[in-house]
């Protein structure tokens, strides 16, 4: 998961770097939700593996 939000992340700054604003946006948009994701199941799976 952390390394497809890379992957966006970089398609988003490769886009912004040639003009394309929109491209850009929803790359970066999407990097955020996946970075986001993978920090919540990293939590839960910490707490888990603290709790067992």
């Not at 040639?18 to 850009?24: I, N, P």
Request: aromatic residues 18%.
């Amino acid at each position: 998961m952390l390394g497809w939000s890379i992957t966006f992340l970089v398609v988003a700054l490769i886009a912004g770097f040639l003009g394309f604003g929109g491209v850009a946006g929803t790359a970066a948009g999407i990097a955020k939700i996946l970075f986001f994701i993978f920090l919540i199941l990293f939590v839960i799976t910490l707490f888990r593996r603290a709790a067992s």
